[in-house]
């Protein structure tokens, strides 16, 4: 993919139309996992955290932190008030392989103003970098648009499923349990997946 050293500018109206409906199609099932981990996650927050306006508080915390493991890992230290040291050192500690996520995108995204390339280093979650690194768009100015509209969306998804869980989780009877279970699950999977993973491309590359 061709970077451009000037800085960016909207492509045209058709170009911008035809990104974004190919964006919207490409993110329904990332709208399927995100409005559903949202509302566990929001669920969770308003059961540990004890704090007015949980629902806002929610909103926030989801479009601070557009990972769904921070999002859980982060409401036990919430809950327990932990020091910021200690919260910013788990993030960072959840969010490191991000780090990595933005070397395919560096030439990608050379000239992009400070604002935007912000954004979307902030919204470079696991699904949204999938989706960007296989965008097959040559065009410079139309493939941006795509991936700023894949940031834009999916984190309208994530901030709506963790604000309607919230909101659910504090005027519903629900009970936390289930999905602090649930989680601890997928954490396990998650991590042994990324060992097979690992292990799998290591004996590949010894091949």
């Avoid at 045209?12 to 190919?22: C, H, N, Q, Y």
């Avoid at 915390?61 to 921070?70: F, I, K, R």
């Avoid at 909101?167 to 649930?182: H, M």
């Amino acid at each position: 993919m061709p970077s451009v050293s000037r800085r960016f500018f909207f492509p045209a109206d058709r170009e911008r139309r035809s990104a974004l409906k190919r964006s919207f199609v490409d993110t329904l099932p990332v709208m399927m996992g995100y409005v559903t981990m949202g509302l566990a996650a929001g669920v969770l927050f308003a059961a540990k955290v004890d704090l007015p306006l949980v629902p806002l508080y929610s909103a926030v915390l989801a479009a601070s932190c557009l990972s769904g493991t921070l999002s859980f890992a982060i409401v036990p230290p919430l809950a327990a008030g932990a020091p910021v040291g200690e919260i910013a050192l788990l993030a960072l500690a959840v969010n490191f392989r991000y780090a990595f996520y933005g070397i395919p995108m560096v030439e990608r995204w050379r000239g992009v103003g400070l604002a935007r390339k912000l954004f979307l280093v902030h919204t470079l979650s696991d699904e949204i970098f999938a989706l960007n690194v296989s965008c097959r768009i040559k065009r410079p100015e139309t493939n941006l648009f795509y991936c700023t509209a894949n940031g834009v969306m999916c984190l309208c998804y994530w901030v709506a499923g963790s604000t309607a869980g919230a909101v659910a989780g504090k005027t519903l009877p629900f009970r936390s349990d289930g999905i602090d279970f649930a989680m601890a699950a997928l954490f396990i999977v998650v991590f042994i997946d990324q060992i097979r993973s690992f292990a799998s491309s290591s004996l590949r590359r010894r091949s």
